[in-house]
């Protein structure tokens, strides 16, 4: 589908324009607004009543006699995703590790790079040794709204990749990889979920969390992990496929019919907070924290066809700030998973909406103010930072006015 861009050029930077991407066959009509929340509604996918249903699935905790672990992190999806409401963000990270061969190529630790925090028995313990050297943690990552991302076209999110290096003068430049479907065997799609982009689809996050978080094999993901690369087969007494009732399903049901995240409107009207705005966009904070994104119109097909944009979904404005795409900002954790060596040092640009709702920053959730963060990004985002630190203290005031907004 070919795309219509229009671009808003700021005043602060000449260089610096901004992307609104939006379909053609969206631009002839008007664009809806896509629901926002934090009170717990349907975006209209789904009724109130099966909403909150798919709700409590995506809440219940998994027991050792469902086929929890053996070796796991969390008992439901919830438990990682939950503040303000159930699908938000938490506190809880996970841990990966791998170290570098000779060549200087990224090798997993053994079963994964994902290393297990919990197991159902002592024995089955993962514990990091001193050859795994390349570490880091992950913040759990907030899933409302995500129906309205999965529902952004592939080629808009290349739109976006292409035009960066001319808003930037060369120096952004967002990478895009295509990650295997896997309820759509042979098909790929531009990723856009996980800290590097590893997902493109939510059945396909769903069956990922339930199998590596969970410890619940499915049936697009049938076999166990291991312990360290250990067989985990004496410990586990469910057989496989242990997701019997196939809540993958139902998690991404309600992963799609979740509200996006709602900003704080009063705060956003204060001339503090929009003076922010301006800021944001006037030194190049926008390239990659996009703010305004239309998804792709109801009846469009992704996925391989597993998924068709329904009406709720279909040509939504959305406000993720993030345009979803790979970068190397100066914080890589050096690890490798569905994009190759180029990624090793690049994470997705995280989405700002809902930003209001942490306390802890960046991928691995180690810095607690916002000044500390914008000021840890280096890379393509260093001339960015430049600017930023020529802001006036009044300046920067209102710049995190404006993020605490979000």
Not at 70 to 93: D, F, K, L, M, R
Not at 178 to 199: D, S, Y
Request: aromatic share 6%; net charge negative.
């Amino acid at each position: 589908m070919r795309l219509l861009k229009v671009f808003v050029a700021v005043m602060f930077v000449p260089l610096l324009v901004l992307p609104l991407v939006v379909s053609r066959s969206a631009s002839s009509q008007t664009i809806a607004q896509a629901p926002t929340g934090f009170d717990g509604k349907t975006n209209g996918l789904t009724d109130q009543a099966a909403f909150d249903a798919d709700r409590k699935a995506f809440e219940e905790r998994d027991e050792i006699a469902d086929g929890l672990g053996p070796v796991y992190n969390a008992q439901s999806c919830s438990e990682c995703h939950q503040s303000p409401i159930t699908g938000g963000i938490s506190q809880v990270t996970v841990l990966r590790a791998g170290h570098r061969d000779r060549a200087g190529n990224f090798v997993e630790a053994p079963g994964g790079s994902l290393v297990h925090d919990r197991a159902i028995d002592a024995r089955l313990q993962e514990v990091v040794t001193p050859e795994e050297d390349i570490r880091s943690f992950r913040t759990s990552l907030n899933v409302l709204g995500d129906g309205f991302v999965e529902a952004i076209d592939d080629n808009t999110l290349v739109d976006i990749a292409r035009n960066q290096p001319r808003q930037s003068g060369g120096l952004i430049n967002g990478q895009v990889i295509r990650v295997p479907v896997l309820e759509a065997p042979g098909i790929t799609r531009v990723g856009r979920f996980g800290w590097k982009n590893q997902h493109a689809s939510l059945m396909s996050f769903s069956a990922d969390a339930y199998l590596n978080e969970i410890g619940i094999t499915s049936f697009l993901l049938p076999q166990e992990n291991t312990s360290w690369g250990r067989s985990v087969a004496n410990f586990d007494s469910v057989p496989d496929v242990e997701d019997t009732d196939n809540d993958i399903e139902i998690f991404t049901r309600f992963m799609r019919a979740t509200q996006a995240p709602s900003r704080d409107e009063m705060l956003a009207a204060t001339p503090e907070a929009r003076a922010g705005a301006q800021i944001f966009n006037q030194i190049g904070c926008a390239i990659c924290h996009v703010p305004n994104i239309v998804t792709a119109p109801a009846g469009t097909s992704f996925n391989g066809g597993a998924f068709i944009v329904p009406p709720a979904l279909g040509s939504k404005m959305i406000h993720p700030y993030s345009d979803f795409l790979l970068h190397d900002v100066g914080t890589g954790d050096g690890i490798v998973q569905n994009g190759g060596p180029s990624t090793a040092n690049k994470l997705r640009t995280p989405p700002l909406w809902g930003l209001r709702t942490r306390n802890r920053f960046m991928h691995d959730g180690l810095l607690l103010t916002y000044d500390e963060a914008i000021r840890r990004h280096r890379g393509e985002a260093g001339q960015v930072i430049q600017r930023f630190n020529q802001l006036t203290e009044p300046q920067r005031g209102q710049l995190i006015r404006f993020l605490r907004s979000l």
